[in-house]
Each structure stands twice: as structure tokens, then as C-alpha cells.
T-cell receptor, first 114, second 112 residues
Framework: GENVEQHPSTLSVQEGDSAVIKCTYS??????FPWYKQELGKRPQLIID?????GEKKDQRIAVTLNKTAKHFSLHITETQPEDSAVYFC?????????????FGSGTRLQVQP | DGGITQSPKYLFRKEGQNVTLSCEQN?????MYWYRQDPGQGLRLIYY???????QKGDIAEGYSVSREKKESFPLTVTSAQKNPTAFYLC???????????FGNGTRLTVT
């Protein structure tokens, strides 16, 4: 089955700096890659997703890049703000056949220092 | 107001008792999922269902059971066979496996 590894487990940046979180996946058939943000005690919320037919997607300060050959994808947050502090999860699934359920990484705790 | 409702928010049980966690959605989604979250860990898939009257085991199904008799409902039973049931349980739904998940607010289960 799919295995998703996520690094780093914790990340501390200064306000205004950029943050990068990286994930690798094992199943070459995976074709859907979302990122979720989870604030303390709350449910995960989708922040951005990418499908395997594109290499990059951007939404304001957030961007995701995908390298299908290397089987890794990354989340980039620019101009970080204190409200970006949360746990971020990457995930992968095969939206076509087989197990059509997301496999999640172990999470990255991002702390933005004011 | 569309969404996913999980109840209760907090649940306490004695060891050896079965307990059922409720999950209801009014988003008209075909697929529903149960994930378990332990402190400092990611979300691990327990069971999922892509259509009514059908469901599949996830990565950590042992000690759990589900049913999908209605499109809107996907209850999870934590049985006494689950060795370490204390955790945060999240229910989610989506149009299909390649669509964003919508999560409920979760149920925090404590077994003593």
C-alpha cells in the first residue's frame, strides 16, 4: 500500500520568512495530493491540493510543487504570519482505481515566531 | 448548513465495553472515512466506504467495526478487542477518493 513520509516534524521560522515542508510517497499510481492544516483541538482543513497532471499550483502565499519522477511533493508558505502556526499534513491517494482513500504523512508542527 | 456531524465530542468508557461513535453528513457525498489520530501523529485510516452497503478495511481496522446502511451515516464501533482505544477519532466524507475530504469535529474517546 501507499506510504507517505513527511519532513521535518517540527519547523520554527521568523515572521515574514518562508517555510517549506516536504513529503515523499511510495505508490507511483497515486495522483491526488492535498495538504491540510490543523489548529490545536480542531479538525483538519484543506489548504491546497494538486493532481498529477500539473507540477505546481499556487494560491496567494501558499504553493505546492510535485515531482512525479522522484515521487515527492512540497508545500511552500511565503511571508509567514503567526496565524500560520499549526500542524500541516500532506496526503496522497489514487483517485482512479484501487484504494481510493487518502494516506497521510505524520505531520509538521510549524511555529511562526513574531 | 452542510457538513459532517460527529457525536459526542467527548466519550468516556470503561475497558471491556464496546462503544459506538456517530457520524452523519448532509453533503450528499458517496464516500465516508474514519481516521484515528494519536498525539503527535498523523491520521491513520481505520475503515472507509465508497458506496452504501459496502466498506473496506483501512490500515488499522483490527478491533473496530462499521456499517453503511444509509448514505448519510457511517457509525464506528470500537470493540473491546481494540487494545489501545484512547484516541481522537475523525470522520470525513468526499465525493470520491480523488476529492477533498470534509472532516467532522472529531470525538475524543477515553477508555480507562
Amino acid at each position: 500500500g501507499e506510504n507517505v513520509e513527511q519532513h521535518p516534524s517540527t519547523l520554527s521560522v521568523q515572521e515574514g520568512d518562508s517555510a517549506v515542508i516536504k513529503c515523499t510517497y511510495s505508490d507511483s499510481a497515486s495522483n491526488y495530493f492535498p495538504w491540510y492544516k490543523q489548529e490545536l483541538g480542531k479538525r483538519p482543513q484543506l489548504i491546497i491540493d494538486i493532481r498529477s497532471n500539473v507540477g505546481e499550483k499556487k494560491d496567494q502565499r501558499i504553493a505546492v510543487t510535485l515531482n512525479k519522477t522522484a515521487k515527492h511533493f512540497s508545500l511552500h508558505i511565503t511571508e509567514t504570519q503567526p496565524e500560520d502556526s499549526a500542524v500541516y499534513f500532506c496526503a496522497a491517494s489514487n483517485a482512479g482505481t484501487g484504494r481510493r482513500a487518502l494516506t497521510f504523512g505524520s505531520g509538521t508542527r510549524l511555529q511562526v515566531q513574531p | 448548513d452542510g457538513g459532517i456531524t460527529q457525536s459526542p465530542k467527548y466519550l468516556f468508557r470503561k475497558e471491556g465495553q464496546n462503544v459506538t461513535l456517530s457520524c452523519e453528513q448532509n453533503l450528499n457525498h458517496d464516500a465516508m472515512y474514519w481516521y484515528r489520530q494519536d498525539p503527535g501523529q498523523g491520521l491513520r485510516l481505520i475503515y472507509y466506504s465508497q458506496i452504501v452497503n459496502d466498506f473496506q478495511k483501512g490500515d488499522i481496522a483490527e478491533g473496530y467495526s462499521v456499517s453503511r446502511e444509509k448514505k448519510e451515516s457511517f457509525p464506528l464501533t470500537v470493540t473491546s478487542a481494540q487494545k489501545n482505544p484512547t484516541a481522537f477519532y475523525l470522520c470525513a466524507s468526499s465525493d470520491d477518493g480523488g476529492s477533498p475530504l470534509h472532516f467532522g469535529n472529531g470525538t475524543r474517546l477515553t477508555v480507562t
